[in-house]
Structures are given as structure tokens and as C-alpha cells.
């Protein structure tokens, strides 16, 4: 992954998405060790402080738990915590970017939802 | 612990003060990033802090001892700019041993290994090192040195962009391996901010801003619009940056205190609204003048 400094995501934030997709995808698992803070900085070039920080934002939303001394390990049910986050989340910020764009063109609701179901089928068939 | 301490410090030549009532502290394991307009007092104050300059007035803490003329803090710094003078006489290999015999932890492997990856010849003199080649050597001698605590005044001057990278990732590597303090004074902040811990703002021989990087990423945030609806709805915010553009409408970056919540009152009135980066905030924190560019050329 390439971080994006001129992103409105801070580079910590990036950090933490990224370690999130690890998990939601199976790379690292349940109650396993995550990677530590020196090596997230040196994956990605960035200070060993800014990565901590990555961690630290999940720690605190209990995707990771520190066992003290060994590191930063995954919450058990982490890939739920994550989906749920995401969905009330991100998900939710996508649709109001949404909402606010077709606003600025004049849409009405029912094209939103119809593109909405378009794109879903479409997906569908691929 | 508190590695560097200044307190109330300034620096007069003759009657210019390049250094003005600066105090902050550094912590131990930190890298730095000395950031300040050209005539900040960025080099006068590494130099003060290496103990090659005297104080006009107030304190400077170095190990907790003051650095000017001082044998323990010269054997635990080391300064490195584009002036660092070396005998004509001494090939890159001598000066890489005489610099061993200063500095009990000088890693001579890893230099060793840094000169070939760099395709610098050891045998080449230091004087006929070309602009870049000599800032690559300078800094390298800077990183392999393992200091307690490392100054680099622009120690990128003349380096072409992939050697500028390379080398600042070979920096971090090895910081992540032997922890120490560094402090990097540098006009390319882009390429620095992410191996940065902190970031010490200077203006005008003062203190500006000491702030870890990641927070000075959300100090301001910028907005594009429509003058009035802009306007409307940054009554009362410090304005930091603002330009006119088009036939109404306006960019403005103001201070904030709650990022996420300005992102989100601006999305839903309709404003453009992005992040600032590094580099540019700190062009309009240390701005002179009220203005800009277009003042120089208005002909009023």
C-alpha cells in the first residue's frame, strides 16, 4: 500500500484502515500477534510514533488488546467489530456523500435508489 | 528525559537577533524536523546548540550541561551541514576512520556499506565530491556516527530526489534500530514529514510551534466556495490563508480545534473542503506580511 499524504485521511488513520483490511480478510487472525510498531514504520517509512498511534485507534475501539511485554494482539470477534464500525461508519458517510452530491444535481430519490439498484445488479452478474 | 532544554535563549549578531527569547525542550528518541523561512535562525540555533556559538543570553541544557565549550556534549553530538571541512589531503576511507576514532559508536561496516550502495569511490578525495555527492557522504558519516544526539542543517542540499528518499529511509531504519535523537532542519518538508516525530516551527528566530507531526496535520483545514457561503460560515475563525479565484469564489484555510467536526458542517453546506498539507501550513503560518504575491504587483 502507498500512503497519500495529500488525502484528508491522516497517515495514523491510513495505518489503522490498512491493518483493518488485514484482519477483515483473514491475513491475521483471532488472537494473533499484530504487526508491532517498528515494523509497521518500517513497512511504510514512517515514524515509529505515527505508527503506534495506528495501533493505539484500534486498541481503543477494541480490535486490539495489549498483552503486556509481547505486543498488540486481535480481539477475538475483531472482524465483526470492524464490519459493524464500517457499516455504521463508513458506509454511512458514503451514502451522505452521495446524497449530497445528487442534491447538487438535482436528483430526486428515486434515481439515487434506481442507480443504487443498477449497480447492484450489474455487480451481480460479474 | 529531556535531552535539550533551552530556556529564554537568544542570539545576537551585532545588532540583528537571529535567535529571540527561545524556549522549548526535546525529548530523548525523538526525530525533529527544525522547520523556518530562510533567516528563521534555524542554523544559528543548531549551532547553539552544538555549542559552536555562544549565547548572547539565557540558558541551553545538553545532557543537562551547557553545550558551549563543553568535551562531553562535542563527544556525543555531531553537526552536519555542507561547510563540514575535511583535509584536502584525506580520501573518503581516511576521513571514515579518523571519524571512527571520535565517536565510539561509529558503525564502520554500515558506512562502508552506505559509500558502495551510493557508488561513492572510497578513494575519491572529499574535496572532489560533486554538490550532491557531498551532502550524500556528509550525511551518511551523520547517521553512521551514532550519536546520542544528531543535528543535520539541510542535509539534503544538492542530493537528486531518489537519493534524497533512499537516504532518509536508510535514516529511519537505522533510528528504529539504535534509538537516539535527531534534528533535521530542511526546506523539503514533503519528503521529511513522515519520519518525523515532531516538528519545531521557528519564525523570526522564535518559537512558533513544537507539536508532534500528526497533530499539526489536523492544526487547519481548508475550504473552496462560493465567497458568501464561505464566508458565512467561517464568521469568527482565525483565517490563516485565503485567495480569491474565479468570479466568485474563494479558498480559504482557517485554524481549527475540532477537525472532523468542521469536515462534516462544510459537506453539508455544500463547501469543497480538504486537508492542508505540511508544507504549505507552515508557508502560511511563517508568511511576513499580511497579502501576499499580489500585493508585490498591485499598483496601488
Redesign the interface.
Known amino acids: 500500500m502507498i500512503?497519500d499524504?495529500?488525502?484528508?485521511i491522516?497517515?495514523?488513520v491510513q495505518i489503522a484502515d490498512w491493518l483493518e483490511n488485514e484482519i477483515l480478510c483473514g491475513n491475521i487472525g483471532s488472537d494473533e500477534k499484530i504487526y508491532s510498531q517498528?515494523q509497521l514504520?518500517?513497512m511504510?517509512?514512517?515514524?515509529?510514533?505515527?505508527a503506534a498511534?495506528g495501533l493505539n485507534v484500534l486498541a481503543a475501539q477494541n480490535i486490539l488488546y495489549k498483552k503486556r511485554g509481547l505486543g498488540m494482539f486481535v480481539v477475538f470477534n475483531a472482524r465483526e467489530v470492524i464490519r459493524e464500525k464500517r457499516k455504521t461508519q463508513t458506509l454511512n458517510t458514503l451514502a451522505?456523500?452521495l446524497v449530497?452530491e445528487a442534491?447538487?444535481l438535482d436528483l430526486d430519490e428515486k434515481e439515487i435508489l434506481d442507480m443504487v439498484s443498477k449497480i447492484i445488479e450489474e455487480n451481480r452478474e460479474g | 528525559m529531556k535531552i535539550i532544554q533551552c530556556d529564554n535563549v537568544s542570539k545576537a549578531y551585532k545588532k540583528t537577533k537571529a535567535v529571540n527569547k527561545l524556549s522549548f525542550s526535546i525529548e530523548e528518541n525523538?526525530?525533529t524536523g527544525l522547520i523556518g523561512r530562510n533567516g528563521a535562525g534555524k542554523t544559528t540555533l543548531l549551532k547553539l546548540l552544538s555549542g559552536f556559538l555562544k549565547t548572547t543570553d539565557g540558558e541551553i541544557k545538553v545532557f543537562n550541561e551547557n553545550p558551549f565549550n563543553n568535551l562531553n556534549v562535542s563527544c556525543n553530538i555531531i553537526f552536519i551541514d555542507e561547510n563540514m571541512s575535511f583535509s584536502k589531503q584525506l580520501t573518503l576511507d581516511e576521513i571514515l576512520i579518523a571519524t571512527n576514532s571520535f565517536y565510539p559508536n561509529f558503525d564502520q561496516t554500515m558506512s562502508r556499506k552506505l559509500l558502495e550502495y551510493f557508488s561513492l569511490d572510497k578513494n575519491r578525495k572529499h574535496s572532489e565530491l560533486s554538490k550532491g555527492m557531498t551532502s550524500t557522504f556528509n550525511m551518511i558519516l551523520g547517521i553512521a556516527s551514532h550519536c546520542a544526539l544528531t543535528f543535520m542543517d539541510e542535509p539534503t542540499t544538492g542530493m537528486d530526489s531518489a537519493v534524497r528518499k533512499e537516504i532518509?529511509?536508510i535514516m529511519?531504519?537505522d533510528y528504529?534500530e539504535n534509538p537516539r535523537s535527531i534534528i533535521i532542519s530542511s526546506h523539503y518538508l514533503?519528503e521529511l514529514?513522515?519520519?518525523?516525530?515532531d516538528i519545531l516551527l521557528l519564525k523570526e528566530g522564535t518559537k512558533f510551534l513544537h507539536m508532534?507531526?500528526?497533530d499539526l496535520?489536523?492544526y487547519a483545514i481548508s475550504f473552496r466556495g462560493k465567497v458568501e457561503d464561505v464566508n458565512s460560515l467561517i464568521k469568527g475563525r482565525k483565517v490563516l490563508y485565503e485567495e480569491n479565484f474565479g468570479k466568485d469564489s474563494i479558498y480559504v484555510v482557517i485554524q481549527t480545534n475540532n477537525f472532523q467536526e468542521d469536515?462534516n458542517t462544510a459537506?453539508?453546506n455544500?463547501i469543497d473542503?480538504?486537508?492542508v498539507?505540511t508544507n504549505d501550513l507552515c508557508i502560511y503560518l511563517t508568511s511576513p506580511k499580511e497579502g501576499g504575491i499580489s500585493n508585490v504587483f498591485s499598483k496601488e
Do not use: G, H, Q, W
Request: aromatic share 8%; hydrophobic share 40%.
Open positions: 500512503l499524504n495529500d488525502n484528508l491522516p497517515i495514523y517498528y514504520a518500517e511504510f517509512t514512517i515514524n515509529p510514533a505515527t498511534k451522505l456523500n449530497i442534491k447538487r | 525523538t526525530i532518509y529511509k529511519l531504519k528504529i514533503e514529514e513522515d519520519i518525523l516525530e508532534p507531526i500528526v496535520k489536523e469536515l459537506k453539508a455544500n473542503v480538504n486537508s498539507s
